[in-house]
């Protein structure tokens, strides 16, 4: 059932939505690797999920809270899946998280996915993320914060996946790529720079801030 559901939302998906194109500053070739999307939106995912060309391949980081009804419609009401200071907003801040909140989560559970726990579990997160980089698969990661009021603009924030390159070197043996992706819904494209790749001869300590700022400064 869950595999058809998420068949069924991906085709809907497809059917209301045109198609895309992926552009590649140094194309994929085979392995593991994690996608570091930059989200302007909840429809970003969707597509993600829907039509990034290595989709069958990819495990979504997706927020715990978000899987379950009960934890979704306040995590909806938090993030404001609707457009500010429009007139229809106070309607929208009361229908759209009763209704996205009851139809989504079943969606994101049938999808492959991995839990994300902000708390002490983010270990269960890294962990279920390495078993999925030792079968040779990909993890998809929106490492997005709330937009800024004053400026508009969506900070960057989490870097915690990067510990993942550490780890996914310990599991696989292979030096693991991040490739930053953003997603032009104008141009209807997937624009995917060059990917910024962990150095195990070096300690993590030393290159994290190094990658998250690479990585950074394609997405912004």
């Not at 969606?107 to 902000?118: D, M, N």
């Not at 390495?130 to 989490?158: K, M, N, Y």
Request: proline share 8%.
């Amino acid at each position: 059932m869950g595999k058809r559901l998420a068949g069924f939302a991906a085709a809907a998906i497809r059917l209301f939505t045109r198609p895309m194109n992926i552009t590649w500053e140094e194309p994929y070739q085979s392995g593991p690797c994690v996608f570091v999307v930059s989200r302007d939106g909840p429809a970003d995912p969707a597509l993600i999920a829907a039509r990034f060309p290595l989709r069958d391949r990819c495990h979504m980081w997706i927020q715990n809270e978000m899987l379950e009804t009960k934890t979704a419609r306040a995590f909806i009401r938090r993030e404001g899946w609707w457009r500010k200071g429009s007139f229809m907003e106070p309607v929208h801040r009361t229908v759209i998280p009763v209704l996205a909140g009851a139809a989504v989560p079943p969606v994101l559970r049938s999808l492959p996915h991995i839990p994300v726990y902000t708390d002490r579990r983010i270990m269960l997160t890294l962990r279920e993320s390495t078993r999925v980089l030792r079968r040779d698969e990909c993890v998809v990661i929106f490492p997005e914060a709330p937009v800024q009021a004053a400026s508009g603009r969506r900070p960057w924030i989490s870097t915690g996946f990067l510990r993942l390159g550490e780890l996914g070197y310990r599991a696989c043996g292979r030096a693991l790529k991040f490739y930053p992706v953003r997603v032009n819904r104008e141009k209807r494209l997937f624009e995917v720079g060059k990917p910024v790749r962990y150095d195990p001869a070096r300690r993590f300590s030393e290159q994290e801030k190094e990658i998250a700022d690479q990585l950074a400064a394609w997405l912004r």
